[in-house]
């Protein structure tokens, strides 16, 4: 059973960058696409980007082009998000997301259980 | 402003069978993209209960079922029980955004 486990909460500055990991286990690393969604206080789900399995491929969401990266290292088996020139509306719940296939369309599933970012002065 | 639609919220009593919609359009639903349904307990992640539209993934009870027509999907839930309550959004693809994942703006059911 796959299994996403995030880094930690964070207190960011304004102006300042961002990044969150996600270690996968118990399954096959590469295998399929890695999806982060944030979700602001009170409000709902916004897709950010995918990273397909070969880690050279990335789709971002218009409103985060050019200020978040989705990074993979194969070796710990975690794919990272940056996101840099933070401001206090990006305070929210991050979360990274499998795919049960390796496409950008595919249903996500699991989920890791969030990082908690707060921005801050 | 969500691309796909849904009520804000629904209610109904234990034991009932509830219906959330999701409207699309022609980019997206309407083309024939897939929909998924995710549930988020309060103070959880989402979790996957429909994808492709009527498929549900293991271990999700056969309580929830999905269908898709011309440009709008709906989630079903039938013998509603309190462990039920919770948000839950739509997912799609939209080909003439920049990406394309679209998310509904999400739909808390309350059971009353």
């Known amino acids: 059973q796959v299994q996403l486990v995030q880094s930690g909460a964070e207190v960011k500055q304004p102006g300042s960058s961002l990044k969150v990991s996600c270690k996968t286990s118990?399954?096959?690393?590469?295998?399929?696409?890695i999806t982060w969604v944030r979700q602001r206080p009170g409000q709902g789900l916004e897709w950010m980007g995918t990273?397909?399995?070969?880690?050279?491929?990335?789709n971002y969401a218009q409103r985060f082009q050019g200020r978040v990266t989705l990074t993979a290292d194969e070796s710990g088996k975690t794919v990272s998000m940056g996101l840099h020139s933070l401001t206090s509306d990006d305070t929210a719940l991050y979360f990274c997301?499998?795919?049960?296939?390796?496409?950008?369309?595919?249903?996500?599933?699991?989920w890791g259980q969030g990082t908690r970012v707060t921005v801050s002065s | 402003q969500s691309v796909l639609t849904q009520p804000p919220s629904v209610s109904e009593a234990p034991g009932q069978r509830v219906t959330i919609s999701c409207s699309g359009s022609?980019?997206?639903?309407?083309?024939?993209?897939?929909v998924h349904w995710y549930q988020q307990l309060p103070g959880t992640a989402p979790k996957l209960v429909i994808y492709?539209?009527?498929n549900r993934p293991s271990g999700v009870s056969d309580r929830f079922s999905g269908s898709r027509s011309g440009t709008s999907a709906s989630l079903a839930i039938t013998g509603l029980q309190a462990e039920d309550e919770a948000d839950y959004y739509c997912?799609?693809?939209?080909?003439?955004?920049?990406?394309?994942?679209?998310f509904g703006g999400g739909t808390k059911l309350t059971v009353l």
């Open positions: 997301a499998g795919g049960r296939g390796a496409g950008f369309r595919t249903p996500l599933d699991p």
């Open positions: 118990g399954g096959t690393f590469g295998s399929s696409a």
């Open positions: 990273i397909l399995p070969d880690f050279a491929t990335a």
């Open positions: 022609s980019s997206n639903i309407g083309a024939g993209y897939h």
């Open positions: 492709d539209n009527t």
């Open positions: 997912q799609s693809y939209d080909s003439t955004l920049t990406g394309g994942v679209i």
